[in-house]
């Protein structure tokens, strides 16, 4: 059984920095690509950025030059590095997944999220 495991949000002050975390659990072949998504109450869950397994980064535009993806194959884990953050950054964070079950079988997977929440 394949997990999604976030960590690291939290109350942050504007201009602070945090960072995300999401750890991948289970048995699997691989994971493909990864990505972080943020939702608000009454909103649709968008993507924040996303990495592939060859490391190429895209980024929302509210967030280019602030947020930071990367991911550590051995540990399993991808991160966001959050700077300069806003308080229209505050919602739930939720990281995302493609893996590989089996041969050929691919999908995606979802984490519990993790609130963050930016004071002005």
């Known amino acids: 059984q394949v997990q999604l495991v976030e960590s690291g949000g939290g109350l942050v002050q504007a201009g602070g920095s945090l960072r995300l975390s999401c750890v991948a659990s289970?048995?699997?072949?691989?994971?493909?690509?990864m990505a972080w998504y943020r939702q608000t109450p009454g909103n649709q869950r968008e993507l924040v950025a996303s990495?592939?397994?060859?490391?190429?980064?895209t980024y929302a535009d509210t967030v280019k030059g602030r947020f930071t993806i990367s991911r550590d194959n051995a540990k399993k884990t991808v991160y966001l590095q959050m700077s300069s953050v806003k308080p229209e950054d505050t919602a739930v964070y939720y990281c995302?997944?493609?893996?590989?079950?089996?041969?050929?079988?691919?999908?995606?997977?979802w984490g519990q999220g993790t609130q963050v929440t930016v004071s002005s």
């Open positions: 990495i592939e397994s060859g490391y190429m980064t």
């Open positions: 289970g048995t699997f072949f691989r994971i493909n690509d």
């Open positions: 995302n997944a493609e893996i590989e079950t089996d041969y050929f079988v691919r999908n995606k997977f």
